[in-house]
């Protein structure tokens, strides 16, 4: 390792450096597009970068950047001789070519300080790495989090007119136009849900409560069902109770509409077996990704996240549940439980805008709630931080009779109730569903329909 990196210089462009700069002083323009596309970081000389800042300067003052004008401003920051003085300024409209390729000035400069963060990055990994008080697994959490801080890396100015904005909110105006109502965001399969989500928004954070069996998992696994067989969206499913051969044979009950304790016995009726080979091939071909380790640590969790991010290009994670997700780092021992929780709330709300896709977890509900009444956000279990961090909360909620009733009546679906109990950037309401125990199926009650 150290034979490789030793006596080797970063990498950079000095040709590419000085044209972005010639370029700024020739055109005004130029200085928009490299003041958009570049930061003062991103040069390698500091005499480069002390320049950058300076044009910028001027052309923030309104000011016409040019030779003598450059010159003017850094010799009133006492800087002129230390960049090279009037000479080496006066130099750098000479190697532009021509500024129609300030964009691909631009673009070499920004790789190669790409190059040199990466390499910066991977020296502060090795000596993570050898600095044995530092614990291995938290060590490759960093790391991991770097190289997507870098793969996400967005240079952008320090301010926009709305000369600038208002061209591009009436594109998104007529982009939702074109759209007739479609969704934006990831469809949960469920109409009057995503009527009023448009969807599953990229960066949210969504809690799905309820006292324990009335169908966390279910209504989950009906989404996840949705999104990745029919829609074929790649999903992630994290399932720290179940194993994936469990998961995996409840995504085929309800898919196939076979009586999920008939393919547990094996007691299952010939047309029924009939339908399962077509269910299977589809939920075969589905890019739904499934992790089921139990008591599954928030670094592991958040690793594996990335991971199938990366890789499969999930564009929504289930996390079944939070209860059970373990946290891991330096006296977390003696941390109180609801402050454990607090701390993985806003870390998988961290996690959601890190990898810019939502992020669904499922929470059990306090003991307030189990006396049947219609719960609220002060009912999630062990802490007040997860209503904060998360931009949808939605509960699960029938009435302590609905299944009795069902049964009395001949129904084969359980009235449902999923409350939006909190919608940062919409309406809260209540959806009507369908629970299909046999098949532990939720479904959209159809108005005028017997369940």
């Excluded at 502060?124 to 697994?137: K, P, T, V, Y």
Aim: net charge negative; proline share 3%; hydrophobic share 40%.
């Amino acid at each position: 390792m150290a034979d490789i990196l030793k006596d080797r210089i970063p990498p950079h462009n000095d040709d590419a450096e000085r044209a972005v700069l010639g370029a700024m002083l020739l055109e005004t323009n130029a200085i928009g597009t490299a003041g958009e596309k570049l930061s003062d970081k991103d040069f390698y000389s500091k005499n480069h970068a002390t320049i950058f800042l300076a044009i910028l300067a001027l052309y923030n003052k309104s000011t016409v950047a040019d030779l003598l004008t450059l010159r003017e401003e850094l010799r009133q920051e006492g800087k002129l001789e230390a960049v090279g003085g009037e000479a080496y300024i006066a130099g750098l409209t000479n190697v532009v070519p021509t500024t129609a390729n300030i964009e691909y000035y631009c673009k070499v400069v920004a790789d190669c300080s790409l190059r040199r963060e990466i390499i910066r990055m991977a020296y502060d990994a090795i000596g993570d790495a050898f600095d044995e008080s530092n614990d291995a697994r938290q060590t490759l959490e960093r790391t991991e989090q770097r190289i997507f801080e870098l793969d996400n890396k967005r240079h952008t100015i320090s301010y926009r007119s709305t000369e600038v904005i208002i061209p591009e909110v009436i594109d998104k105006i007529e982009e939702n136009y074109r759209r007739k109502g479609a969704l934006s965001g990831v469809p949960s399969g469920f109409e009057d849900l995503d009527r009023v989500t448009a969807g599953f928004q990229p960066q949210d954070l969504i809690i799905i409560g309820a006292r324990p069996s009335q169908g966390k998992t279910a209504l989950a696994l009906s989404m996840a069902k949705h999104i990745a067989v029919q829609k074929k969206q790649p999903v992630g499913f994290f399932s720290l109770e179940m194993s994936n051969i469990q998961v995996a044979m409840r995504i085929l009950s309800a898919e196939a509409k076979v009586n999920s304790n008939a393919l547990r016995t094996g007691i299952i009726e010939k047309k029924d077996m009939q339908r399962i080979p077509a269910a299977a091939g589809r939920i075969h071909d589905a890019p739904l990704f499934i992790v089921d380790v139990p008591n599954m640590k928030l670094l592991d969790l958040r690793s594996q996240a990335r991971r199938m991010r990366l890789q499969e290009k999930v564009e929504i994670i289930f996390i079944d549940y939070l209860g059970l997700v373990g946290l891991e780092m330096p006296g977390s021992t003696y941390i109180q439980r609801h402050e454990m929780i607090a701390e993985i709330s806003r870390s998988l709300k961290s996690l959601a805008r890190e990898l810019n896709i939502p992020i669904v977890v499922l929470s059990q509900l306090n003991r307030q709630a189990a006396d049947g009444t219609k719960p609220g956000l002060a009912v999630i279990r062990d802490s007040g931080a997860v209503e904060q961090d998360a931009d949808l909360v939605m509960f699960i909620h029938r009435e302590a009779d609905a299944e009795k009733k069902a049964v009395e009546q001949g129904f084969d679906s359980i009235e449902t109730k999923l409350i939006i109990a909190k919608h940062r950037n919409g309406e809260t309401r209540d959806i009507d569903l369908l629970f299909k125990k046999k098949y532990t199926l939720f479904v959209s009650e159809e108005k005028g329909q017997a369940p």
